[in-house]
């Protein structure tokens, strides 16, 4: 989320301060709430209806719940301590308590002064805050796709408060702020390849081999309840992703207009080259495949939105496309995990391929830096291994204290019922 240029990077680490009116820019103020308004319409409702129409119908409520109690959850703490921690200067591994309680954040009408975030300095930090906070949510509500069907809430609960806290916002804080190891290191994640989608991934493969697979799994059809749903949140994760990506701009300005443009052709070239490989693997050219494939080419672009051309974005969807459909099905069954609804050959395959096709497409003209194939796969593989070993953790902690998983009749009945005593008609 690269709202400054790399050299301005280099020479923000004094942190957030306090500014006038007059120095806000009343476009970019306005593009950034509207990107912050489509990137939490993402989370709730794009994220809960499309992982609620792929699972059976005993299970729509809890699924769709999970996302929406997350995005309560998280707001909570980010405002505690998850952005200071995040996106102050600090250490090259975790941010200071400057804006612990969001304090120091400030707006006061009678003088006109108001508190800006280095890493944005146009627009009101209030709105900064918002912006990485949709961030915040959305990267934990995937990783439930994961373990959909079988996890407690509570545990759910429990595990999202700590994931977030020890995952999710130190590496945040590694890529995005200047004095993180990564971004010092120069690595390029303009919305969140890395940050985001490789995290979320590598998270969801562990939940799905600590949890264990769905009973009856690999012996009987699980038929997806509602593919009109799953429709419906992918179109609304398509339509969110501009937000999420071309508002990483951080500005009303040709970088965002490139971004949306090179996110759009992305979603749509992998969308397409998802359904071919269908067809040349004589299966039917599905709409469950079409979804999959453009959330697929979404998140490949998302690290390279800000630094490629159309070209780039062209080769990137057709690459993505093909590799997690591949992911999605031949690499999930030689794992021998039952990742639900595809979290890991998705966000981690995907993000993965963004990440490392950025070190080779970036354009300089674009991004205004030159990518290195090193520093990203040196990025992207920290990422995946420090967010599995630490969810690994957090998981196992979980397990011998209060479990993980619901019981087999539980898990009979339908989370809808047996967690919360509601179910479809």
């Known amino acids: 989320m690269l709202f400054l240029s790399l050299p301005a990077l280099a020479q923000a680490a004094a942190g957030p301060s306090l500014t006038t009116a007059d120095q806000i820019s009343a476009g970019d103020t306005a593009w950034m709430l509207t990107a912050t308004a489509l990137v939490l319409l993402m989370t709730v409702p794009g994220l809960a209806l499309f992982y609620a129409g792929m699972v059976r119908k005993k299970n729509v409520l809890s699924t769709a719940l999970q996302s929406f109690v997350i995005c309560g959850l998280v707001t909570v703490l980010w405002v505690v301590v998850g952005y200071s921690l995040a996106f102050t200067p600090g250490s090259p591994f975790l941010g200071g308590l400057d804006r612990l309680m969001l304090d120091g954040l400030s707006y006061v009408k009678a003088t006109g002064s108001l508190s800006v975030s280095h890493l944005a300095p146009t627009i009101p930090e209030s709105v900064y805050v918002m912006f990485q906070l949709t961030f915040a949510i959305i990267t934990p509500a995937l990783i439930t796709g994961a373990f959909a069907e079988r996890i407690k809430f509570s545990a759910m609960l429990l595990f999202m408060l700590l994931w977030t806290l020890f995952v999710y916002v130190p590496v945040a804080h590694w890529v995005w702020e200047p004095t993180g190891w990564l971004a010092q290191l120069g690595a390029l994640d303009f919305a969140g390849g890395t940050v985001v989608h490789i995290n979320a991934g590598a998270a969801g493969l562990v939940c799905a081999y600590v949890l264990g697979p769905r009973s009856q799994y690999g ?108 992911g999605a099905t031949g690499l999930k069954w030689f794992m021998d995990a039952d990742d639900t609804l595809d979290v890991f050959g998705i966000h981690c395959i995907g993000g993965l391929t963004g990440a490392v096709l950025t070190g080779v497409l970036a354009d300089a003209a674009i991004g205004g830096v030159e990518g290195s194939l090193m520093v990203q796969a040196v990025a992207a593989l920290a990422t995946l291994f420090y967010s599995a070993l630490v969810t690994l953790a957090i998981l196992l902690l979980i397990q011998f204290t209060m479990g993980l998983r619901v019981s087999p009749d539980d898990e009979a009945a339908g989370l809808d019922i047996s967690q919360h005593g509601e179910a479809l008609e």
Request: net charge positive; aromatic share 8%; charged share 10%.
């Open 219 to 326: 012996r009987q059809a699980f038929v997806p309840h509602n593919l009109l749903f799953t429709l419906t949140g992918a179109s609304l994760l398509w339509v969110g992703w501009f937000g999420f990506n071309a508002g990483s701009a951080g500005a009303a300005d040709g970088r965002a207009g490139m971004a949306m443009l090179v996110t759009q052709v992305a979603a749509a070239a992998a969308s397409l080259s998802w359904m071919l490989v269908e067809r040349l693997r004589r299966r039917p050219m599905s709409l469950l495949g079409a979804c999959s494939g453009a959330v697929a080419g979404l998140v490949a672009i998302t690290p390279a939105s800000g630094f490629v051309d159309v070209k780039g974005a062209l080769i990137i969807g057709m690459v993505a496309g093909a590799l997690c459909h591949w």
